[in-house]
T-cell receptor
Framework: SQTIHQWPATLVQPVGSPLSLECTVE??????LYWYRQAAGRGLQLLFYSVGIGQISSEVPQNLSASRPQDRQFILSSKKLLLSDSGFYLCAWSVSSTYEQYFGPGTRLTVT | GENVEQHPSTLSVQEGDSAVIKCTYSDSASNYFPWYKQELGKGPQLIIDIRSNVGEKKDQRIAVTLNKTAKHFSLHITETQPEDSAVYFC????????FGAGTRLTVKP
């Protein structure tokens, strides 16, 4: 069966520090991968998606970036965090863009 | 692109009552409509989905209906229980998936 992992589960970082969040999927090949951000009590904002290694599409311009160095690994990064980057970050995978997405457990990021 | 609107944003019901959450979408090419349940501090979990060639689908106490002509779909939960309390998201997908803003459901014992 397929599983999706995210780490760390929680993170507290000062403004201006770098960020690296990692997501890995097991049990499937060539998945579509997604990064979402969820502000407190709000909906899901799609940040990036990837249909293959090295292929990244950005939905919203911001100081975040994403990379996909391996087929089942998706990384969210920032060189300098802003207070507004605080939120709940979710990684998800799907077989294709028109099929269900499966979400990871999320990373709670607090920028202080 | 697709735009999904979800109502209500909050919903409070007594245990045992029914709950209905409604969504509308804009892209007539959308053909897949999942519903997710998100408990506090966790990732959303798929609870039921429907494709455009089906008008209704049931899974125990949960059902989803789809009206393609009107471009709206709904989640129905019967005999609600306190453990149904969560945030529910609808989504619509054609070339990509778009989510509604979510409904916070509270089931009061």
């Amino acid at each position: 069966s397929q599983t999706i992992h995210q780490w760390p589960a929680t993170l507290v970082q000062p403004v201006g520090s770098p960020l690296s969040l990692e997501c890995t999927v097991e049990g499937t090949s060539n998945p579509n991968l997604y990064w979402y951000r969820q502000a407190a009590g709000r909906g899901l904002q799609l940040l990036f998606y990837s249909v293959g290694i090295g292929q990244i599409s950005s939905e919203v311009p911001q100081n975040l970036s994403a990379s996909r160095p391996q087929d089942r690994q998706f990384i969210l990064s920032s060189k300098k965090l802003l207070l507004s980057d605080s939120g709940f970050y979710l990684c998800a995978w799907s077989v294709s863009s028109t099929y269900e997405q499966y979400f990871g457990p999320g990373t709670r990021l607090t920028v202080t | 692109g697709e735009n999904v609107e979800q109502h209500p944003s909050t919903l409070s019901v007594q245990e045992g009552d029914s709950a209905v959450i409604k969504c509308t979408y804009s892209d007539s090419a959308s053909n897949y409509f999942p519903w997710y349940k998100q408990e506090l501090g966790k990732g959303p979990q798929l609870i039921i989905d429907i494709r455009s060639n089906v008008g209704e689908k049931k899974d125990q106490r949960i059902a989803v209906t789809l009206n393609k002509t009107a471009k709206h779909f709904s989640l129905h939960i019967t005999e609600t229980q306190p453990e149904d309390s969560a945030v529910y998201f609808c989504a619509a997908s054609s070339n990509d998936m778009r989510f509604g803003a979510g409904t916070r459901l509270t089931v009061k014992p």
